[in-house]
């Protein structure tokens, strides 16, 4: 031990001078700041979403509600790094640069199928873990416990044709859970399912956030899907607006 080493007694002192450590709000996951997007030029031009502000934050449960065509697919597609605005910014201060957001931290649930038609749900599952670079037994086994953890371990050696379109849906949220994700962001993931079969697909999309410690944003058009989160979102002709029946009184920050 080096003879400058300060005494426990001046290290605890030190440490009270500080004071407590008190942690600072979390920066949110995704920052949409003064974001638009449209199509074409000129008189051509189409405007797809309004300058946008909003956040989400850890622990958010948000429903993007709109009729067709108001924007909910491109909001979405921004905050998915997929697409990138024509005006403002979008950021992920909570996360990382763009190229960190996939596979994993940011998962996408789509409206319509999305698994490959070779390969066993299971391998559909660990797919994008081998791609970020997993070895195929780690990434099988976090397949299988992703499958374990929303009751569709039955499913695990079926092909995609050999399942429902239900079924299919909930193997994709259960992709989506094996990346761990840290934000859920499904487009309309009941679009093409019956009522009764989307609400399951709604309750597995909680269940996988609750699992994951993620946050999750659904765009409906459905009201009955948007009353099933505490938090909607109305988007109208590509404008984000503060919803009247909000229970949470959370606004687009
Ligand atoms: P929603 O998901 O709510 O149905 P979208 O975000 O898909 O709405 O679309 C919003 C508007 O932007 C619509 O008017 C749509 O026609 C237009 N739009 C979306 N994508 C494109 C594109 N690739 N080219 C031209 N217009 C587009
Ligand atoms: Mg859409």
Redesign the pocket.
């Known amino acids: 031990m080096s003879a400058v080493t300060p005494s426990l007694d001046e290290r605890l002192r030190a440490l009270k001078d500080r004071g407590p450590a008190v942690p600072g709000p979390l920066p949110p996951l995704v920052r949409v700041s003064g974001a638009a ?1 449209s ?2 030029e000129g008189s051509a031009a ?4 309004r300058q946008t502000n909003c956040e989400i934050s850890d622990g958010d449960r948000i429903a993007l509600m ?12 921004l905050m998915a790094g997929l697409d990138q605005p024509t005006v403002g910014t979008v950021d992920w201060p909570g996360i990382g640069p763009r190229e960190a957001l996939r596979p994993g931290p940011v998962a996408i649930v789509f409206q319509g199928p999305s698994l490959l038609p070779a390969l066993s749900v299971v391998e559909n599952v660990a797919l994008p873990l081998i791609f970020g670079g997993q070895s195929n037994d780690e990434a099988t086994a976090r397949a299988d416990r992703a499958l374990a953890q929303l009751e569709l371990s039955e499913l695990r050696d079926k092909l995609p044709e050999e399942i429902s379109g239900g079924q299919a849906q909930r193997v994709a949220v259960g992709r989506a859970l094996a990346g761990e994700p840290r934000l859920i962001l499904a ?2 993931p009941t679009g093409q399912l019956d009522r009764e079969i989307g609400s399951h697909v709604v309750d597995l999309l909680i269940a996988a956030a609750d699992h994951a410690d993620a946050a999750l944003v659904i ?1 409906t ?1 459905d009201p009955a899907i948007g009353a099933r989160l505490p938090t909607r979102w109305q ?1 109208a002709d ?1 404008e984000l607006l503060v919803s009247a029946d909000d229970d949470s009184k959370e606004t687009p920050r």
Do not use: C, F, I, Q
């Not at 189409?46 to 979403?49: E, F, G, W, Y």
């Not at 709109?66 to 597609?77: A, I, M, Q, R, V």
């Open positions: 997007r199509y074409g189409r405007v797809a979403l709109g009729p067709s065509g108001s924007g909910k697919s491109t909001l979405l597609h487009d309309e765009s058009h988007l590509g």
